[in-house]
């Protein structure tokens, strides 16, 4: 049998870690649920990189030019130009979540990092880090000042990383020879952590809010969006939050306040049919003060399909969210005796409220009342799960039986690197869990592999548990 416990080390930390320390100081791992990658993805994207940044003494840095993504072994960027109070510096950036990470990963021995001038981190420098000559910067502060930022917000896959060899992989190699088996393993282990990532992002929302309900609706929502508008519409959810919503008067009311948040408000003088509906919104909207809503999201429209378009998910929840606590209270409620036959009830409860909301929602905006089997799954696996796992309310065999979704080009790719070009997709494309692990495998590893995988950890993780098998047979 497979001992995925050296694989296991790699992934997330389990929910129960929650503190870890590093050189006499104690940081909450609650505060850093992403991976490096995105502190990457913020400092290339001068779009998201925050202002005001400093070094550990409080000097000024302006960020010039953030260098070339290095793709190669190496400092992560390089060719760095920044401006440290009045002089200007030049020389290579290297990235990590905490600054102990430089001793840890031995770069002070590597003559590759010979100049490197500013270390990046999440976590303020404390104690052993960088040597004294390097610069020092934590991104925490000034990122944490944007309350409208977050990282769940970056596309990880919208930015370079490395070209990868056409074969062989290592992880290839190692897998071509596995049972099927181990294969389910290793994409369940890669899955759970992948579904604790997202269960702590939810127990900080609590710890906020204070509100598992509102956690719920804002998560809902966000699955509501699809990927481009995830964000968009988990931003709307706190624009409105569920008891604002929730007292509105009816249907219209709900719907004109998410829309005027939103920004979204029909035209009725364009509209060609429903331009009385679109007016009583605008009505509504303006009686609520929303018409003219400032921090209006920023929306993906371009390739949204019209079934699709954030104006019909929002009617949905304004549909769903009448009582706070129904649908949660429900799906709550569902004996988790057989995960099959739970996530079978979940999704029927989801269509059941979807049809009693619909009743009470008039025309023309009753057709938007709907949702698809793979949506109704996509919400089950990215809310209502995570959420139980973070109040500790889960079976853990719910997470084995995770219903199946679409399968992404992101996925099918990961899918392609890891089990070869006749691969089996049934393998991962019947379980959502495995699903969740190809996603994770590919964000936590692929994207940020360079030299053609010589320094991926998950492949040097994977040898060392079949090779420990092998020496047990």
């Not at 870890?20 to 991976?35: K, L, N, P, Q, R």
């Not at 139980?388 to 079976?395: C, K, P, S, T, V």
């Not at 590919?442 to 548990?465: E, H, I, P, V």
Request: hydrophobic share 45%.
């Amino acid at each position: 049998m497979l001992d995925l416990c050296e694989l296991d080390s790699i992934w997330f930390p389990p929910l129960g870690a929650l503190r870890v320390a590093e050189a006499g100081a104690i940081h909450d791992t609650h505060e850093w649920h992403w991976s490096e990658r995105h502190l990457q993805c913020l400092w290339a994207d001068g779009r998201l990189r925050p202002a005001g940044l400093r070094d550990a003494t409080g000097a000024a840095i302006e960020v010039v030019s953030p260098g070339r993504w290095n793709l190669e072994a190496g400092p992560d960027f390089l060719d760095a130009v920044l401006k440290v109070g009045r002089r200007i510096v030049r020389g290579d950036v290297e990235i990590h979540i905490r600054p102990g990470d430089w001793n840890a990963h031995r770069h002070s021995e590597d003559p590759r990092y010979a100049d490197v001038v500013l270390h990046v981190t999440w976590f303020p420098p404390q104690g052993a880090g960088a040597p004294p000559h390097i610069l020092s910067l934590s991104l925490r502060e000034p990122v944490s000042a944007n309350s409208r930022f977050s990282f769940d917000a970056i596309d990880l896959a919208a930015y370079p990383h490395a070209v990868l060899p056409d074969t062989p992989r290592p992880c290839g190699e190692i897998l071509a020879g596995a049972a099927q088996a181990e294969v389910k393993a290793v994409l369940e282990s890669a899955g759970m952590s992948r579904l604790r990532r997202k269960a702590l992002r939810m127990t900080l929302r609590l710890q906020t809010t204070g509100s598992r309900a509102q956690v719920f609706y804002e998560e809902f929502m966000a699955a509501l969006g699809y990927k481009p508008n995830a964000e968009p519409m988990r931003a709307v959810a706190r624009l409105a939050p569920l008891e604002r919503l929730a007292a509105c008067g009816g249907f219209i009311e709900r719907f004109a306040l998410l829309l005027g948040l939103a920004g979204l408000l029909p035209n009725p003088s364009s509209a060609r049919r429903n331009a009385a509906e679109a007016r009583e919104l605008w009505d509504v909207a303006w009686k609520l003060g929303t018409t003219d809503a400032a921090d209006k999201p920023a929306w993906k429209l371009g390739a949204t399909r019209p079934a699709n378009h954030p104006r019909r998910r929002l009617a949905v929840a304004a549909a769903l969210f009448a009582a706070p606590d129904a649908l949660l209270g429900t799906l709550g409620d569902i004996p988790q005796q057989d995960a099959k036959a739970w996530f079978e009830r979940a999704a029927d409860a989801i269509r059941a409220a979807l049809a009693q909301a619909r009743s009470a929602v008039p025309e023309p905006w009753r057709d938007a009342i709907d949702l698809g089997g793979e949506r109704i799954n996509t919400i089950l696996t990215n809310v209502a799960v995570p959420l139980l796992m973070a109040e500790n309310r889960l079976d853990a065999a719910l997470c084995r039986a995770l219903p199946a979704e679409a399968v992404n080009e992101q996925a099918s790719e990961t899918a392609f690197r890891l089990l070869g070009r006749d691969h089996n997709p049934a393998v991962y494309a019947k379980s959502g869990l495995r699903l969740q692990g190809l996603l994770e495998i590919c964000n936590g590893f692929c994207l940020s592999t360079k030299t053609q995988c010589a320094d991926c950890g998950f492949a040097r993780s994977l040898a060392k548990t079949f090779a420990a098998r092998d020496a047990a047979r």
